[in-house]
């Protein structure tokens, strides 16, 4: 079985610094500032739903991951 291409997705901060967004309501890990970025590749891509959003805004957080 070949492994399938199903979401490639690469970001880099904005220049001039990091800018963060505090204290927002939604973020994905709660109590966590959102770093501004921007995606340089977000390509979707199963289901039969296809997108490409490279160049579009994005958003970064540090996280530790413990299962």
């Known amino acids: 079985m070949a492994l ?12 001039g610094g990091e800018s963060l967004l505090l204290n927002t309501p939604f973020a994905p890990v709660p109590g966590s500032d959102l770093a501004l970025a921007r995606s340089t ?3 979707y891509n199963d289901y039969g739903i296809e997108w490409n959003n490279s160049g579009k805004n994005g958003f970064y957080c540090k ?3 413990t299962p």
């Not at 399938?4 to 220049?15: F, P, S, V």
């Open 4 to 15: 399938k291409d199903t979401l490639k997705l690469d970001m880099e901060a904005i220049e």
């Open 41 to 43: 590749k977000h390509n």
């Open 63 to 65: 996280f530790k991951y």
